[in-house]
């Protein structure tokens, strides 16, 4: 892996053919580090990882489901989206606000009479959702505002070269930009922050604009310098002048860096001040950003920016969430539906089968009067998004999990040569293997519908045993050679999820879970057998032993500790051996276990039981299915288990 450690513009081209390189930048240092690893694509991405800092964790109610439109008129239309949720039976965590909230689009401000903060209070607590608002980079030229005059006083704008504040143009008119090279805008930026905390309390930040984009060219006042240097380049990346929709280059920063090389930090810079303020109020942050450098996982994630509702931009947005887990940001994901355009019902019902899957899922649109919620784009949208949500928070739990089992490096969503680097079928451009399905962890891979094609999924699961995750079946043995199948993805139900053996996936029961906080400790254990040499049966796995997902318990216990109950099957045809067991006995809860899921038992047990530590469990039922040569077995009551524990299954 190579990194090319510079803030300044660049353009890298990639020559597949003669597998090369080449890097054409706008100025400064060469600075390249190279991460040599392995076989293992993952080791050179984790030691890049370890360079860069790591990437931060997010509450796990971030991990939920997230609605956003731009053009929300007023603070009854928010809380009328939040019911509809609620009477559709769809799970929210988190309710957004794009530019619509300000005062004239001032930042900091509240628009009173649209958005009166009494009653954003009152039906976010009644409801219990979480809100999210929009902070944009420019701050508003208007002798009104009380930040503005604050920004003033505390001399923290940027300056042109000749040192005097640059006008930018933003969504309030005239704007200046802070400067988070000057140490005083985060004080600035914390009091502007606050202000708006006590006014509406917020559960995280969304920075956008924060390139900076501008709507003029270099500087409204002066215009750009068109004959300097750095706005005349031999050889311009990316084609258009670099100070095109941003500020000029010849900006000066507080610590005398010119713009031209440090236009890559504001966003990061932005963000970090911001995970300063969100700190003082939870110790784990929320923050999406659009504009990133490497090491804003740090403080931040991402959203893939202003898309299009094309099947195209669908298409896309599996590349570039893998990408982002590989440059650090694995929170990342794509605005669901499309935010331009209008998405049809098939478009939107795939994109909410595939965004259900991304680590970070919004549905998102721009201001026009269609609405892309999940509930109002007709019967298949909604059963279809009914489906997926109900199995993304079935998940989430497992989800979760492998962020902390990573410990801050390493990807989460994955493409699947990252697990099986010597296929080289993953490898082919013209089949795209790499890009058309994606691996959670190690253990669950997932072919979304990505084309408007009737359903059809070119399906290739890498070598191995392999279990169709919902209907149990047997889909390849592992002495069968890959090969890609056609196989059907449904509309009405979640897209097509795949288990490799070996493994075990925690599955929760979702019945009247309308946001995270209303998920339990109770697990159903799916485990796909895997045999080794001598036919024994085995498969492992974690559960995230958990029963307060607070951001104060998720930080101490599981953050500060580990919360992970390790799960390992053992046995053969006759008998399974389920032992629990953890690393750090203090930060685990018991464990409600609800039943199994066995794949590939392969057998008809004609009497069964279940045994805790060697005594007797009651009220367990069991069913063979063999059609999939798989068996179910419900546990009426619960059985209670913990780090020690022994659960043994009887087949005959």
């Not at 005059?149 to 930018?168: H, P, T, V």
């Not at 991304?358 to 298949?380: E, M, T």
């Not at 053992?570 to 685990?588: C, E, H, I, R, W």
Request: proline share 5%; glycine share 8%.
């Amino acid at each position: 892996m190579v990194y090319l450690r510079s803030s300044n513009a660049m353009d890298v081209y990639i020559d597949t053919d003669s597998r090369k390189l080449t890097y054409k930048i706008a100025g400064g240092i060469l600075d390249f580090h190279f991460f040599l690893g392995d076989k293992d694509p993952e080791t050179s991405v984790r030691a890049y990882h370890d360079y860069i800092g790591g990437w931060t964790y997010h509450p796990f109610w971030a991990h939920g489901w997230h609605q956003s439109k731009y053009g929300s008129p007023n603070s009854s239309y928010l809380e009328q989206v939040v019911k509809n949720y609620t009477a559709n039976k769809l799970p929210l965590d988190v309710i957004w606000s794009d530019i619509d909230y300000m005062d004239r689009y001032f930042d900091f401000s509240v628009d009173s009479h649209n958005f009166p903060p009494d009653h954003m209070r009152q039906f976010l607590a009644e409801q219990k959702k979480r809100w999210v608002p929009i902070i944009d980079a420019g701050i508003g030229i208007n002798d009104e505002s009380t930040f503005y005059k604050k920004g003033l006083e505390y001399d923290i704008y940027l300056k042109d070269a000749s040192g005097q504040y640059l006008e930018a143009q933003v969504w309030p008119g005239l704007s200046y930009f802070p400067d988070f090279h000057n140490p005083k805008t985060s004080q600035f930026w914390f009091e502007g922050l606050d202000y708006l905390y006590n006014t509406i309390p917020f559960s995280g930040i969304w920075l956008d604009m924060n390139e900076p984009a501008n709507f003029c060219d270099s500087n409204c006042k002066a215009g750009p310098n068109t004959s300097h240097p750095y706005n005349d380049l031999p050889y311009t990346p990316g084609g258009a002048p670099l100070y095109h929709k941003t500020v000029d280059t010849t900006a000066k920063h507080y610590d005398g860096a010119e713009h031209f090389n440090a236009h890559s930090y504001f966003g990061f810079l932005e963000g970090k001040a911001t995970n300063d303020y969100l700190l003082t109020r939870s110790p784990l942050t929320f923050i999406l950003s659009r504009s990133n450098f490497p090491g804003s996982g740090q403080v931040a994630a991402h959203w893939t920016g202003d898309n299009v509702a094309m099947w195209e931009f669908l298409r896309y947005s599996v590349a570039q969430t893998m990408a982002f887990n590989i440059f650090g940001i694995p929170m990342t994901g794509a605005d669901i539906c499309g935010f331009l355009g209008t998405a049809s019902e098939t478009l939107c019902a795939r994109w909410i089968q595939l965004g259900a899957f991304y680590p970070f899922a919004r549905d998102h649109h721009a201001n026009d009067d269609v609405n892309q919620a999940p509930y109002a784009l007709g019967p298949v949208v909604l059963s279809t998004a009914q489906a997926s949500l109900s199995f993304r928070y079935a998940l989430l739990k497992h989800y979760y999990s492998l962020f902390l089992e990573k410990k801050g490096r390493g990807t989460i969503f994955r493409p699947l040569f990252f697990e099986f680097p010597s296929d080289e079928n993953l490898y082919d451009p013209q089949q795209q293997l790499s890009e058309s399905q994606f691996m959670l962890g190690k253990g669950l891979l997932v072919a979304p519908c990505l084309d408007d094609n009737g359903g059809n999924v070119n399906l290739y699961l890498p070598q191995g045993t392999w279990y169709d995750f919902k209907s149990r079946q047997k889909m390849q043995d592992a002495c069968d050679t890959p090969g890609v199948k056609t196989i059907q993805a449904p509309l009405n139900e979640s897209a097509p999820v795949f288990v490799r053996a070996g493994w075990v996936i925690p599955f929760q029961n979702t019945d009247n879970v309308l946001r995270s906080d209303d998920l339990d400790n109770s697990h159903e254990l799916r485990v796909a057998l895997a045999t080794d040499s001598e036919g024994h049966f085995y498969a492992s796995g974690k559960i995230l032993a958990l029963t307060d997902m607070s951001d104060q318990s998720v930080n101490n216990r599981c953050i500060g500790g580990n919360c992970l109950l390790d799960v390992s099957v053992s046995g053969d045809s006759k008998q399974l051996k389920v032992q629990f067991s953890a690393v750090d006995t203090s930060n685990v809860d018991e464990v409600a276990i609800t039943g199994f899921v066995l794949y590939g038992t392969g057998c008809q047990p004609s009497s069964a039981s279940l045994q805790l530590n060697s005594q007797p469990v009651i009220g367990v039922q069991f069913q063979n299915d063999s059609s999939t040569g798989s068996t179910l077995v419900k546990i009426s009551n619960k059985v209670i288990v913990n780090s020690g524990d022994q659960l043994v299954i009887n087949l005959n």
